[in-house]
């Protein structure tokens, strides 16, 4: 029995995109899928850079679900995936200067401008319960 790298790739990491499908969240899988969306996106967007890692699975993912069980959520909800449409992730990336490259990372934009950014290490020392409380807090200060 052969299955191919991207194959299996594919088929393992399928849960911890529909964590994030599974509540909303578009996925933008191209350089032009991204140029199409995020700029021109009216309102406010929250960009997850999706990852494998173990601060995505425990704190990432399940912080941003918590925070969207708050009355005040962003228009609109995108994710892109680092190591695997790392296209996308790149073009996306351009958006958040001028922080580096950062997986995970949560953005959140307004009319096309970054107004707030969570870097990997704003992730990984943190609970789920902390980024969410900071997410809701910046989402009914800035998504009104």
Do not use: W
């Amino acid at each position: 029995m052969s299955m191919s790298f991207n194959q299996y790739m594919r088929d393992s990491i399928q849960p911890m995109r529909d964590d994030l499908t599974s509540i909303g969240f578009q996925e933008l899988m191209t350089p032009e899928e991204v140029e199409a969306t995020l700029p021109t996106a009216k309102g406010t967007s929250l960009v997850v850079v999706n990852s494998v890692c173990g601060c995505a699975a425990g704190q990432c993912r399940p912080g941003v679900a918590q925070a969207l069980q708050n009355e005040i959520t962003p228009d609109h909800l995108f994710t892109v995936f680092a190591g695997q449409e790392k296209e996308a992730t790149a073009k996306a990336r351009e958006y958040f200067a001028p922080y580096p490259p950062s997986s995970p990372s949560i953005a959140l934009m307004k009319d096309g401008e970054l107004v707030h950014f969570i870097e990997r290490n704003g992730v990984e020392d943190r609970s789920a319960a902390e980024i969410a409380a900071e997410l809701k807090e910046v989402f009914n200060r800035l998504c009104q």
